[in-house]
């Protein structure tokens, strides 16, 4: 059984955990060796940047073992980087991790719980410079979508984090069930007005 853990807080940003939650759901849909699953501190409700309401499956106490975890970003990273609660959970969850991922600011949190420290890393691109300033992370690299460095995979913001899980799915299974997972999701971004100069 692989599990897939989806750590939330209050002013995630939706998309950021949203995003590869469809994306490993749908991997795990008529496959029961996958169980995907959000938790946070309390298990109590979470309320995200934009208002979105989720009840969190678990609360620290009540997960189960992590072997992919998922951290996002947002507004609310800037608060949970004080959470010493919650960046112990991470630390002591990566420990056994096969894969540790963040979407945006997630890896600020990745690296001051210490799974990303020194490591090399990529954030939002409005975040680049302030993670490099914190000095926290290793090499804090731009205009990525993704980066690995050893078991710890960062992506840039928000639709990022569907580009990261998928490679990570592609990892654990086969690139061919990555781009199964990509064609079902219809994730194939062409985005309006480009040709827009």
């Known amino acids: ?22 994306v490993y759901t749908v991997a795990a849909m008529g496959d029961d060796t996958m169980n995907v699953f959000t938790v946070s501190q309390t298990g109590e409700t979470v309320t995200c940047a934009k208002g979105m309401r989720v ?77 490099r300033e914190r000095g926290v992370a290793g090499d804090v690299l731009a205009n990525i979508r993704y980066v690995r460095d050893g078991n710890v995979v960062t992506s840039a913001g928000v639709s990022a984090g569907i580009d990261m899980s998928l490679w990570v799915l592609g990892q654990l299974t086969s690139p061919a069930n990555a781009r199964k997972v990509q064609h079902y999701i219809e994730y194939d971004p062409a985005p309006p007005y480009a040709a827009d100069v």
Do not use: Y
Request: net charge negative; glycine share 8%.
């Open 55 to 131: 009840l969190p499956d678990h609360s620290f106490e009540t997960a189960p073992p992590v072997d992919i975890l998922v951290v996002p970003g947002g507004e609310g990273t800037r608060a949970e980087a004080e959470n010493t609660v919650l960046l112990d959970w991470i630390t002591k969850v990566s420990e056994n991790c096969q894969w540790v991922t963040s979407v945006c600011t997630g890896s600020l949190l990745l690296a001051l719980a210490g799974p990303a420290k020194d490591k090399k890393v990529t954030t939002h691109w409005s975040f680049v410079d302030s993670l």
């Open 1 to 22: 059984m692989t599990t897939v853990g989806i750590l939330l807080f209050d002013n995630a940003e939706e998309l950021d955990f949203v995003g590869p939650w469809e």
